[in-house]
Antibody, heavy 117, light 107 residues
Framework: QVQLQESGPGLLKPSETLSLACTVSGDSISSYYWSWIRQPAGKGLEWIGRIYSSGSPNYNPTLKSRVTMSVDTSKNQFSLKMTSVSAADTAMYYC???????????WGQGTLVTVSS | SFELTQPPSVSVSPGQTATITCSGDALPKQYAYWYQQKPGQAPVLVIYKDTERPSGIPERFSGSSSGTTVTLSISGVQAEDEADYYCQSTDSSGTYVFGTGTKVTVL
């Protein structure tokens, strides 16, 4: 059974770079697309981007200028970097596997990132 | 990209049927997916490809599609079904979009 676990700093200052990792267990990271999704408290879900073990990632056009995703197959892990964060980036960040290129299943438990001075 | 619109809230009595709609211009051409999110938890897939139910999801969850609207129905609603529900779809450029979300309240 595949499981995903997010990790990374929970508190950032404005203008810093957010760095998160998602460790995949129970499945090879080389077999699927993988994605990051975020959710501000009390609000809806926002897709951030997706990546495959090979090939170019795809990003949400609204975040594309600040986001970079990468894969480390040796660690069975994929990562998210978001530059120049602001309070608007405060959210729960989830990683998820993309099945048949179309839907998200399963999801990690999420990690809360707070941006505050 | 495109938008997916859901009603903000739906209220239903136990044992009745909850119906949640999701509307979007791309839906006649793209599949829709539904997720259940309970407070403090990650979303869970409950319907894929408009009408298919993943293993482990109760039979009371069903999906349908007609034109620009897809619908999630929960028959015989139970207290444990109280949650937020999100639809999701994709466009041809590889962009994923979530609906605005619907809070289901079991009276």
């Amino acid at each position: 059974q595949v499981q995903l676990q997010e990790s990374g700093p929970g508190l950032l200052k404005p203008s810093e770079t957010l760095s998160l990792a998602c460790t995949v267990s129970g499945d090879s990271i080389s077999s699927y697309y993988w994605s990051w999704i975020r959710q501000p408290a009390g609000k809806g879900l926002e897709w951030i981007g997706r990546i495959y073990s090979s090939g170019s990632p795809n990003y949400n056009p609204t975040l594309k200028s600040r986001v970079t995703m990468s894969v480390d197959t040796s660690k069975n892990q994929f990562s998210l970097k978001m530059t120049s964060v602001s309070a608007a980036d405060t959210a729960m960040y989830y990683c998820a596997r993309i099945t048949e290129v179309d839907w998200f299943d399963p999801w990690g438990q999420g990690t809360l990132v707070t941006v505050s001075s | 990209s495109f938008e997916l619109t859901q009603p903000p809230s739906v209220s239903v009595s136990p044992g009745q049927t909850a119906t949640i709609t999701c509307s979007g211009d791309a839906l006649p051409k793209q599949y829709a997916y539904w997720y259940q999110q309970k407070p403090g938890q990650a979303p869970v897939l409950v319907i894929y490809k408009d009408t298919e139910r993943p293993s482990g999801i109760p039979e009371r969850f069903s999906g349908s599609s007609s034109g620009t609207t897809v619908t999630l129905s929960i028959s015989g609603v139970q207290a444990e079904d109280e949650a937020d529900y999100y639809c999701q779809s994709t466009d041809s450029s590889g962009t994923y979009v979530f609906g605005t979300g619907t809070k289901v309240t079991v009276l």
